[in-house]
């Protein structure tokens, strides 16, 4: 019997797409993010190397994936393991050399793929020379005098000096911003850990110095940028304290959480869109047919927040900035009706002209299995891979990996480490763990007879690795790998627009349908409930104006691969808990 619901229309206006130009191909690629040290070890010591990701490149021709992202690989003491980068324009030796470096992007090259690399501008490590040299002394003469921010004691303060801390902001792991030095008598401000001094991007030297550094990599030939934590490059000159945030709760005896504070000043300054524009003019400098070069923005924020970094016709900034909203999807408020909020706020504020992308796991967040249940994995992938737009996976996604569980001493994560009350809600332990390949020992990531540098997910063993699923039709695997060839071949897929049909506590569900009639449309739907549901999608779809070919469509691909092919009729269709289905009809 099916249920009655609430039917919810929109159309979007689309561009007419037919095949995407030279300077678009980051629209029908998937992006495959590679967190370095996990994915493969080439040399046995336990940690992931460039030679290791260059020895697996095939593997992307094999899944259908088009471009590889790559986390920092720069040389850096890993305090926040490559986040806090020592020299920009080298390779760190646990990641390999510069010729591994030159081999890896020439094979990615040679296969066809493109190569994204992490930018991260807002800090450097402290071990960084121009840190070094800053830090020094306050002189003139000292050329990387304000390459970083740094701010006297507060003013008519009786307290030492450095007890006089500059004003109430809170960095994003809790605790003061302000880091004391005694050779400068001052203070340096540092958003992330204490080793991530902040840059000082209203130095014109900086911005030149950083604009270097885009152009060093330009020139080696890699295909675009991610920057990192884009919303914390500025703070605010003035140096007043930020607004309390009224729901926040102190707890007694512990220093102030980020979330204690209205971030207004330090956060999304609007300078920040100035520097977006240049380095994007330098992007542009570089971008002659056939290499158009790519720029995606990082920053957690609100939707509102995260469109701005798209630009305006007039001055564009990002192709997109990386929509993290999906990532705030959890066990406790997984629904139809939630994913349908999540998506539709994206799609209904995206400025005209612009291109969507979507994000549910990363190397900050728990997976899938963890976060929501095992039995989502499958139909997420699903969902983000078919949305109009560009999806990003994180490594291992494809065969739904899961997380690992480490001790508190056991952890690596700084984040974690440096918060020894709250480290369970900090630590990214779990979501790092060794790539699975196959059954051989540490999975096939590493040879090392030690131990890796976390420890890799025991469940290799029953069947969550490549090489298994790879023999196995009906995988996580096997269906990615579907979805992956659909997105690219069938024209439904490459448009920006899309409409929903059914959505309800349980179920989500929306058409992609072709610029060109004639062509078959498809019906995706995911039951993010804990049971089955059964809908009349016919009436729906007939409220709306269209109408199945004889009210029936073939199943494409279902997401556990075991009713592909299969004729459905419209009007009663059944899926199980944390089932998708992707159903081929004529419109
Ligand atoms: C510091 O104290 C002096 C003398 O009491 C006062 O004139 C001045 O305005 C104060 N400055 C600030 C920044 O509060
Ligand atoms: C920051 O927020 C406070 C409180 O909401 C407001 O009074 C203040 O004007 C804001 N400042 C800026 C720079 O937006
Ligand atoms: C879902 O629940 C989690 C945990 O309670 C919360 O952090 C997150 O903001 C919620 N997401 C949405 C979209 O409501
Ligand atoms: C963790 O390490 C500390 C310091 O080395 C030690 O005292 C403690 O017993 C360890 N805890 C566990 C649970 O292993
Ligand atoms: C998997 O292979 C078997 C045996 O060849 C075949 O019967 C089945 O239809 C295939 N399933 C899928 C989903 O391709
Ligand atoms: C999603 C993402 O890239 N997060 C990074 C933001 O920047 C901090 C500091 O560089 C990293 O620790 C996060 O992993
Ligand atoms: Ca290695
Ligand atoms: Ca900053």
Not at 39 to 49: A, I, K, P, T
Not at 108 to 117: E, F, Q, Y
Not at 205 to 226: C, P, S, T, Y
Not at 342 to 352: R, T
Request: aromatic share 12%; glycine share 6%.
């Amino acid at each position: 019997m099916a249920a009655k619901h609430a039917f919810l229309l929109f159309v979007f206006i689309s561009n007419t797409v037919v095949g995407f130009r030279w300077n678009e191909w980051w629209k029908d690629t998937i992006v495959y993010q590679i967190y370095p040290r996990s994915f493969m070890d080439s040399d046995g010591d336990g940690v992931g190397d460039l030679a290791g990701i260059t020895s697996r490149l095939e593997y992307f021709n094999d899944i259908g994936v088009g471009t590889v992202w790559l986390n920092p690989v720069y040389k850096s003491p890993m305090a926040d393991f490559g986040y806090d980068v020592a020299d920009f324009k080298d390779i760190d030796p646990i990641f390999g050399t510069m010729a591994d470096f030159d081999e890896l992007i020439s094979k990615a090259h040679r296969l066809g793929l493109k190569l994204v690399m992490d930018f991260v501008p807002n800090h450097t490590s402290d071990q960084h020379p121009w840190f070094v040299e800053s830090k020094k002394n306050k002189d003139s003469t000292n050329r990387y005098r304000d390459y970083y921010v740094w701010v006297d004691p507060k003013k008519n303060c009786s307290d030492p000096p450095e007890k006089c801390i500059p004003n109430n902001w809170v960095g994003l792991l809790g605790g003061t911003v302000w880091e004391w030095v005694p050779e400068r008598q001052q203070f340096y401000l540092h958003q992330f850990l204490k080793k991530q001094p902040d840059l000082n991007h209203r130095d014109p030297a900086v911005q030149l110095e950083i604009i270097g550094v885009l152009q060093f990599w330009l020139e080696k030939g890699v295909d675009g940028i991610r920057v990192d934590a884009i919303r914390h490059i500025y703070e605010s000159e003035d140096l007043e304290d930020e607004p309390i945030n009224p729901d926040y709760t102190p707890i007694p005896g512990e220093r102030p959480q980020y979330h204690s504070l209205i971030h207004n000043k330090t956060a999304d300054l609007p300078e920040v869109h100035e520097l977006m524009y240049v380095w994007r003019r330098v992007l542009d400098k570089y971008s002659g047919e056939p290499n158009y070069r790519f720029m995606a923005t990082e920053t957690y924020d609100t939707h509102k927040a995260l469109l701005p970094y798209y630009g305006t016709p007039e001055r564009p900034e990002a192709d997109f900035p990386f929509n993290y909203v999906l990532t705030q999807l959890k066990r406790e408020n997984l629904s139809g009706t939630k994913i349908f909020e999540l998506v539709n706020d994206w799609m209904k504020d995206l400025p005209s002209g612009k291109w969507p992308n979507w994000i549910i796991c990363n190397h900050d967040n728990f997976r899938i299995p963890h976060r929501i249940g095992a039995n989502y994995a499958r139909a997420l992938n699903v969902l983000e891979l078919l949305l109009p737009g560009t999806p990003k996976t994180y490594y291992g996604d494809e065969i739904a990996m899961g997380d690992i569980w480490v001790t508190y001493n056991e952890s690596r994560d700084p984040f974690a480490k440096n918060n020894p009350n709250h480290w369970k809600e900090y630590t990214r332990d779990p979501e790092r763990s060794p790539m699975q390949w196959d059954r051989s020992s540490h999975a096939g990531f590493s040879t090392t007879i030690g131990d890796t540098w976390l420890p890799v997910n025991q469940n290799y063993l029953s069947g969550i690795n490549v090489a298994d699923q790879k023999a196995d039709n009906t995988s996580a695997l096997a269906l990615y790998t579907k979805l992956a060839a659909l997105r690219k071949d069938a024209p439904a897929f490459q448009t920006n627009h899309l409409k929903y049909v059914v959505v309800t506590e349980k179920i989500f569900s929306f058409l992609r349908i072709p610029d060109t009639p004639g062509l078959n449309s498809f019906l995706i739907i995911v039951n993010a409930g804990t049971s089955e549901s059964t809908d009349d999608y016919s009436a729906a779809l007939e409220e709306m104006m269209l109408k199945a070919e004889g009210d029936t469509g073939v199943i494409e691909v279902s997401s556990n691969m075991d009713r592909n092919g299969n004729l459905q009729e419209m009007n009663g269709i059944s899926l199980a808990a944390g089932e998708a289905l992707v159903i081929k009809l004529l419109i």
